[in-house]
């Protein structure tokens, strides 16, 4: 009788053993971890309430609502989000980042979901008009951004005295109110967006630069073909390009990768 009982209770424990087993692995399955750098408006940010809103939050979270996974956002400066995803800290990132074939030899995207380029912002009454006009002058940008990398490559051709880096667009517009510098190169929908009700500051040039934006993965993530197919239907049925009306008040333009299905990026 006790020899049974103790077999019955081995049987039992190890029953109980692999439940909670599979059990924890089906709560894993179900959790999105997504890195962002909080504090790029309007991508993803913290608005008057504390509450992580943005253009990247709502698509990655509907994103999640499809495939019944429960995202989590966690606040990543952008340089570290690229380590983030490669370590497994996070299964995703977003913060408008831009697919390169640089980055994918290392990470991998879905398919792009924002077309956008870069532009010049100054304080309106520096007097600088374009480009040009920031020879020896201190320019700005997000630190690893493709801001970064274009001021870098054509520091020498636009004569910039120094190229200072920050981790956020808030911070940079803050000193190029105060003139601690001169410009900051960033991209266009955001300063856009930062400065639509701001007469402090002025675009004054746009620098065409062909990126598009999405979702980055670790390295051939299965994570990353998931979201790919929900994105394709998201264009699909509109609800990108109705999110898109909601952050930038306009309509998303029929060729852009907002509404067109795309190819996952590959090298």
């Known amino acids: 009788m006790s020899v049974k009982f103790t077999r019955r ?7 109980t053993a692999v439940l909670a087993m599979s059990a924890g692995t089906m709560a894993s399955a179900a959790e999105m971890k997504v ?16 509450e992580i809103v943005g253009f990247e939050i709502d698509v990655a979270k509907e994103i999640g609502k499809r495939l019944n996974m ?19 800290q996070v299964d995703a990132a977003v913060s408008s980042i831009t697919i390169t074939k640089k980055r ?13 380029d870069q532009s010049l912002a100054v304080r309106a009454n520096s007097g600088i ?42 911070p940079a517009m803050l000193d190029l109110a105060a ?34 934006y999405s979702m980055m993965f670790a390295k051939n993530s299965p994570l990353a073909e998931k979201v790919d197919a929900e994105i394709t239907k998201m264009k699909q049925d ?4 109705k999110i898109h ?3 930038f008040g306009a309509k998303a333009e029929p060729n852009s990768s907002t509404v067109k299905v795309m190819e996952m990026p590959k090298l």
């Open 245 to 247: 009306e909601q952050w």
């Open 129 to 170: 008009k374009s480009l040009e006009g920031m020879a020896s002058k201190v320019a700005a940008v997000d630190t690893g951004s493709t801001g970064d990398m274009w001021s870098t490559q054509n520091q020498q051709k636009y004569k910039f005295s120094d190229i200072r880096r920050y981790e956020g667009l808030a």
């Open 9 to 15: 209770g081995t049987f039992v424990a190890t029953l």
């Open 104 to 116: 994918l030899e290392s990470v991998s995207f879905a398919q792009p979901y924002y077309d956008s």
């Open 238 to 241: 509109g609800t990108l390009a």
């Open 179 to 212: 003139g601690r510098i001169d410009g900051y190169v960033s991209d266009i929908p955001a300063v856009q967006y930062y400065i639509k009700d701001k007469p402090v500051y002025q675009v004054v040039e746009r620098i065409p630069t062909g990126e598009q």
């Open 70 to 88: 429960n995202v989590s956002f966690v606040n990543i400066p952008f340089n570290g989000l690229f380590a983030a995803v490669q370590s497994g």
């Open 35 to 50: 890195g962002a750098n909080l504090g790029n408006v309007p991508w993803e940010f913290q608005n008057e309430k504390g």
